[in-house]
Each structure stands twice: as C-alpha cells, then as structure tokens.
C-alpha cells in the first residue's frame, strides 16, 4: 500500500496550537481536586530534592514512581518556579504529543483523516481536562499512540517492527505509571497483530511485553527496599498490583461502559453510533484499508475497556488511552466519500449539529448567566454570535467542525473550569489561616482526619513549608495550637467540650466544609 506523507507543517502546528490550549491561563490558576497531591510531590521534590518516590511529609509514597515528579521538577527549574504552569506543563506536553501522534496515524490514510482526528480528540472532554492538569495517564496515552503509529506504519510499509524502540517506550510508560504503564499499550499492541491474524508477532509481543514487566516490576521493588525497607516493599506491591485486584466495593464490570458517555463525550457516544452502522462490514474477513484501520481501533478500543473492566479499581481516568482510538473512529465519519444510508444520515445530523453549536453555546451561557454569572460572559456570546454568521456564511462543513471544536474548547477553558475552581477553591480560605496561625505563633493540627485528601489540598496552597499534627481528641492539642476539623467532625464532638472551644473561622477547603477553633479564645477574637 502507498503510504500518505504526513506535512511538517501540520505536525508543527498542531503540537504547538495544542500546547497553547493546554497552558493557556495557568500560570496564576489555583491547584485544586485530586491534582493537590501531585503538586505536594513536587512542592517537596523542589524544595529538597530529587527522590526514587515521591514524597508527602518527607516520607516516601508508595503508589507512584518519581519520574513524572522528576519531570515537573526539571519544568519548575527550567522556569524559574514552581506553579501550576510548570505542574502541568510536563502533561500538557505529553498531551500534544498524543495529538500530534493521533494525527500521524490518520494521516497515514488520509490527511484529512488526520486533520479530524486531531480535532476529535480536543473535542474529548477527558482528554482536554486531563492536559490542563497534572495527569499520569495522559503520558500513558501518548506512548500507546506512538506504539500503535509505529506498528501500523511498520505493517502498511511490509517491514519488520523495531521491538527494541517500542521495548524502549514500554520502558518509559513503566517508569511513570507502573505496571498499568506496561499492561496498556502491551494490550492494544498483541491484539493489534491478533487480528492481522499474525500468530509469530503476537506471541514474540506478548512474551516480550510480559517479561518486561516482570522484570521493571522486580526493578521497582528491589529500589522500594533500598529506599526504605521490606515494609515499604510490600506497599508499593500492595498499591501498584494487589490493591487494584482486591474487590472491596469495586464498581460493577460495566462501570466503563456506561461512564464514559459524559466522561468521553463528545466522542464515545458517536463511536456508539458509528459502530452501529459498520460493525457487520468489520467482521468480514477481507477489509479494505480504511475498514482495516476501523477494526484496529475498535481493537484498541475494547482490549482497553474490557481488560480494565477486571480489577476492581476503576476511575475514569485510567482508561485516557482510548481517548486517540474514539477520535481516529469519529475522524473516519467524516472522510467518508460513500457511505451507507445510515453513515450518510449520522454524518449530516452531527454536521449539522456543528452549524448551530455556537447557538448551543450561546443557549447554556445564558443559563450560566441566570445562575452563576460566568466571567468574559459578554465576550464569549460576541465570539459565538460572530462564529454563528460565520457558520452560515460560509455553508462549509469544515467550518462548522471547527467553529465548534473551538466553542467547545473556550467554553470548558473559560466557563467550566472556573465553575470547577469556584467549587472546589481552598487558596484563599489557607492562605487567611496561614497568615493569622504566623502572626499567632500558633501550631497546626487536624482533627480525626487523615493523612490525604483534605490535609493535602490544606498544603498545597500554603506558602511555606509547615507539617501539620494529627489528633484524635482535642485534649492532645496545646491551648494556643489552630485546629480544623470538618463541620461534620466539629458538631459531633459533645456539647460540654464544644463549649470550651472557641471558633477562629469557617471556610472550605475543596469540597469540605470546615471550622478552625483554638482552646483559648483568639485575640482579637476573628470569625469569617
């Protein structure tokens, strides 16, 4: 088969348009949610250096490799500091990578092919919110995509595949993510060659794959000991393998499935469709190049579904890997030159859902505008009036996919994530205490909280360096010392000793509602 060349240009400006997107406003954003406890770990890795693990209060954490850590560091370095720009950066980096990668696969086919499937995947919503964070994942997706770019192109040129470059790449997905860095792109590699039906390839990847990960696992192990000891040992095994298997309110096998028709909009639900209309041509023997490509994807796609379907741990974001196959899959609706009854009607129904989408827009603006008034609110209903008329003008469908690929961008940039950051904001609120506990000479304790969560989310927003104390009862705690608890924890304390107690302010840390109170009363007394 003659392959298509991919276009410098295209590459270039799809790696450095995406990286804008995936940077854009970041410098000054607040650190909230789940990534909190990546930027504890690199608050500590900048602060005292370079470490095999992670760290949280100086001790090492089992569940993750300090790669992705080591990278954030060299970014914060590389900059001249540590914030959420330079958090992010390394992801928002990996996440162009994966686009540009998408895009190679496709344009393998077809340019156009390419083109849309790079779109498509900015047009998925876990994927774009995943490269404007710190994601481990993300890093994940982009090595299966360049293994399944270089074992596609391998096979449409009759050459053999480097299995040293991909031993290589399987080496660094390890290094970040563990073993689900392995068991991922290992997956979408074997079934790739299961279902050209070569047997030898198959089995040469699956025994290399395997090995491989026994051997970075022994690896992984071996430094956990010398780090710290066989007790640490025996976490890391427990966090990063046997803890996923355990089945301790795991979600039930068709939590994937379901979850991601809003997680992955808007490009799982029109796979759906779309394999509606192709799945009987994909089970025939022979396939044309393009229903050749369409099989692999939907190979990707499932092996990935399925097989994460069997641990009992299961979160969303661990499953960023199907993100480029959902995209090469809806790029391929919209190259088709003649399709069938039932693709010619999808194609023009989502067609002509892209020409009234700056409409759509504008429709949930002035919802947003009568509940929660959004910021640049006026600005942004300008931009889609004016990329309406546009749309209209123009009567291109490839406007129309643009147009709307870039409302959906700006609206999740500049409406979602601030109503996300509003909801689950904590810098302020830390940063009142901080600077009141310094002028008070006043040590810090959580009340019956844990190490994670809350606490972290407390941390990562305080300027300096200060480790809490944990207590379980009020009376461990000196007269002077600040005290925060959640409003829950706090009201069930009994009232005689909430009556010696004296509340200092209320607030949210994230989600959670707490109270900061002292054993003796403040001075001046202070409550907001």
């Known amino acids: 088969m003659k392959l298509n060349h991919f276009s410098i240009t295209d590459t270039t400006l799809i790696f450095l348009g995406s990286l804008f997107f995936f940077t854009f406003g970041l410098q000054h954003a607040e650190i909230i949610g789940f990534e909190s406890r990546f930027y504890v770990f690199s608050l500590e890795m900048y602060r005292h250096g370079v470490t095999w693990f992670p760290t949280t209060y100086k001790t090492p954490y089992p569940d993750y490799l300090g790669t992705s850590t080591f990278l954030i560091y060299l970014a914060a370095k590389g900059l001249g500091g540590l914030n959420k720009l330079t958090a992010v950066l390394p992801s928002a980096i990996a996440g162009s990578i994966t686009l540009v990668a998408t895009y190679l696969i496709g344009a393998l086919q077809k340019r156009a092919l390419g083109l849309y499937a790079a779109g498509f995947l900015l047009f998925t919503l876990a994927f774009l919110s995943a490269a404007r964070t710190i994601s481990l994942d993300i890093f994940v997706t982009a090595f299966t995509t360049l293994i399944f770019y270089i074992a596609y192109r391998a096979k449409l040129q009759q050459q053999k595949i480097p299995l040293i470059l991909i031993l290589l790449l399987l080496t660094a997905s390890f290094s970040i993510r563990g073993p689900l860095g392995i068991v991922i792109p290992a997956g979408v590699l074997s079934l790739f060659y299961l279902l050209y039906q070569n047997i030898k390839y198959f089995f040469v990847i699956a025994i290399s794959c395997l090995g491989l990960l026994l051997i970075e696992t022994g690896v992984l192990l071996l430094i956990a000991a010398h780090v710290e000891d066989k007790s640490f040992m025996h976490a890391v095994l427990h966090m990063q393998v046997i803890g996923r298997l355990q089945t301790n309110q795991t979600p039930p096998w068709y939590f994937y499935f379901l979850e991601n028709i809003g997680a992955y909009a808007i490009t799982y639900p029109l796979c759906i469709l779309i394999l509606l209309g192709t799945g009987r041509e994909l089970l ?149 205490i901080e600077k009141l506990r310094k002028l008070k000479k006043a040590k810090l304790f959580f009340y019956q909280e844990g190490r994670d969560g809350l606490v972290i989310k407390y941390l990562a927003n305080m300027s300096s360096e200060d480790y809490p104390l944990f207590i379980d009862t009020v009376e461990n705690a000196p007269s002077n010392a600040f005290i925060i608890a959640t409003e829950e924890h706090f009201e069930a304390l009994p009232k005689n000793k909430r009556a010696d107690l004296y509340p200092i302010a209320r607030g949210k840390i994230g989600h959670d509602k707490v109270i900061v109170f002292s054993k003796t009363v403040p001075r001046p007394k202070v409550l907001f």
């Open 284 to 432: 025939k023997f022979k396939l044309s190049p393009d229903l050749k490509l369409l099989q692999l994807l939907f190979g990707w796609l499932l092996v990935i579904l399925i097989g994460l379907s069997i641990p009992a741990d299961k979160k969303v974001r661990y499953i960023l890997s199907i993100a480029p196959a959902l995209a090469l899959i809806c790029g391929y609706l919209c190259v088709l030159t003649n399709p069938s009854v039932y693709l010619f009607w999808l194609q023009k129904i989502f067609y002509a859902i892209c020409r009234i989408f700056p409409l759509i827009g504008l429709a949930a603006l002035t919802i947003l505008h009568f509940r929660c008034a959004a910021s640049n609110e006026w600005t942004l209903a300008a931009l889609f009036v004016t990329l309406q008329v546009a749309v209209l003008l123009l009567r291109s469908k490839h406007t129309a996919f643009a147009s709307a690929l870039f409302i959906f961008i700006l609206s999740f940039i500049l409406i979602v994530e601030p109503i996300n950051i509003k909801a689950n904001q904590a810098s302020s609120f830390v940063q009142k």
